[in-house]
């Protein structure tokens, strides 16, 4: 399968240890999901990060991943959503500091998306 184009940020953010990247790219299909997983955790950075979540919007509805940080992915579809973006996945990478985050995890999360969203290529 074809290289899938990824935008990537990473450095923009930290969180008491914890640390975020961001990346999204154009899938059309469940495969593209896969293939676009697999692609991002080829970098072993990314591989061993505690955390890659993500979510996109389909036609047919939302698909998300959570990788153990329950109920992150739904942040990211639901942001999806309101930019109205479809066939467009975001991954939230954390590489965990330590310290728990509690409730904040999740606006970190959308932070990341938020961070994704201005500063990416239309």
């Known amino acids: 399968m074809a ?3 990824m935008t990537q940020f990473t450095g923009f953010l ?3 240890g914890s640390k975020y990247a961001v ?3 154009v899938v059309f299909s469940r495969d593209d999901v896969r293939a676009f997983l ?3 955790t080829r970098d072993k950075k990314f591989a061993k990060a505690t955390h890659n979540t993500w979510g996109v919007l389909f036609e047919d509805g939302p ?3 959570d990788d153990g940080e329950s109920g992150a992915g739904l942040v990211i579809t639901r942001m ?3 930019a ?3 066939n467009h996945i975001i991954v939230v990478t954390r590489w965990y500091g330590g310290v728990k985050l509690g409730g904040d995890r999740f606006r970190r999360v959308q932070d990341a998306v938020e961070h994704y969203l201005t500063q ?3």
Do not use: N, S
């Open 23 to 25: 990346t999204g790219g």
């Open 38 to 40: 697999k692609q991002l």
């Open 14 to 16: 930290t969180d008491r």
């Open 120 to 122: 990416r290529d239309i």
């Open 3 to 5: 290289q899938l184009k």
């Open 80 to 82: 999806l959503e309101r």
């Open 84 to 86: 109205g973006l479809q």
């Open 63 to 65: 698909q998300k991943g």
